[in-house]
DNA sequence: CAGATGTTATAACACTGTTATGTTTCTCAA
DNA sequence: TTGAGAAACATAACAGTGTTATAACATCTG
């Protein structure tokens, strides 16, 4: 039937991300996703096409969830909605480290996302756009090409959140990291900021 | 002879960065270094004790060489000193980009520099740091933790460098990437300004 | 010179992604 | 119901890669 064999791709992708979270990308082996997942290592074959196709699904699922927490951080006046959405970008990362790695880094060597995955991993960068948008039209932000100020902030959170996930802290204290963080936001908030403000 | 020795390192180095630059992090094959460098497998294994001891020699490497770059590129005013220090920051690392990656990202899957090679690291870091505090010497940059200041900057050139390098443009045109490149940094600079300039 | 030490060359091993193969099970029309 | 075709399973084999073993060779030391 149509509904087990969709189950049984659940159940692969369940124990995929499983194996992510535990151990993280290197954790990713066939032979242990199919155990984990209670099927032979065929099924996976059958299912995914092999390994790049879990972890094309694996990247297709956390572009999916990620775009999601971005979409419902944005709640509030266009004044918060950069810090909003600044923060829910770290906490998505901290909370899935692994699913992050392999959207953001070539952290399976021989992985490349299809296009239609290329192009929904955009559309997550569309949030952040908006966003700059809205900021732009309340008169928080500048005027002028959004996509630039939305790319310059994608860097610097990718930026911080990359050099924390890697553990590399800017001082000895571990808690400084969220507030060095927010700090960075509000100052590429303030650099993108109306000339008169 | 220990000379001899020290040649055959140099060749195996050699050998590997060539392998890098050409193929990328895995293009990095034990064997392939070792025919490149005209030697056998276990000469790998003689002066580098494996794979991990090459990457190892290569993040060295590449930090060492960064960390210069860095110094090199700093040399006008203060106000002058942002810019020149993260234009260097990128141009390294879209011109050794193989290195940067072992460097900056976990490109290889069981590599984990020692903590000599993770302290040279953030001696580069110190380069951003010292910068930072001739700027807030010179009034061009607020009071306050110079650290800080210099992590987020660090963070936007990593995210926008990372970014680039993945192939991830903003724009259809590849040449605008520079000129995003420096309106971020411009806005990370106003963002640590003084309050009253 | 004789032994110890290190290096070379070759081969074998372990792990992992992938493919092949024979068998079983299921589906569905006759 | 039944039998043919298809799908899936279980097992094994294959290819590439890092690593280790082993024996022959070289080099240095006493």
Same mark, same amino acid.
């Given at each position: ?7 049984q791709?659940?159940?692969i ?7 992510l979270?535990? !151990? ?13 997942a209670?099927c ?9 096409? $092999?390994k790049d196709?879990i ?25 918060d909605?950069?810090e ?11 909370e899935n480290? $692994?699913?992050?790695?392999i959207m ?5 060597? !021989? ?20 966003t700059?948008?809205?900021?732009q ?17 994608w860097?610097?959170?990718? $930026? ?6 890697? $553990? ?11 507030a ?18």
């Amino acid at each position: 039937m149509s509904s087990t064999s969709s189950e049984q791709q659940h159940a692969i992708l369940a124990a995929a991300l499983k194996l992510l979270a535990h !151990g993280g990308p290197q954790a990713l082996r066939v032979r242990d996703i199919a155990t984990t997942a209670g099927c032979t290592t065929m099924a996976v074959y059958s299912r995914f096409g $092999g390994k790049d196709g879990i972890v094309e699904a694996i990247y297709v699922d956390g572009f999916h969830r990620f775009t999601q927490a971005l979409e419902e951080a944005v709640n509030g006046r266009p004044a918060d909605q950069g810090e909003q959405l600044g923060m829910a970008y770290r906490m998505w990362a901290l909370e899935n480290p $692994g699913s992050y790695q392999i959207m953001f880094t070539q952290a399976v060597p !021989g992985f490349t996302p299809s296009p239609e995955a290329t192009l929904m991993a955009l559309g997550s960068f569309q949030v952040l756009v908006d966003t700059v948008q809205a900021q732009q039209g309340a008169g928080h932000l500048r005027q002028g090409d959004a996509t630039q100020i939305a790319w310059a902030q994608w860097g610097m959170s990718h $930026g911080l959140v990359m050099l924390e996930l890697a $553990g590399i802290q800017p001082t000895e204290e571990p808690v400084a990291a969220e507030a060095v963080y927010r700090d960075g936001l509000h100052a590429a908030a303030r650099g993108f900021a109306p000339d008169q403000a």
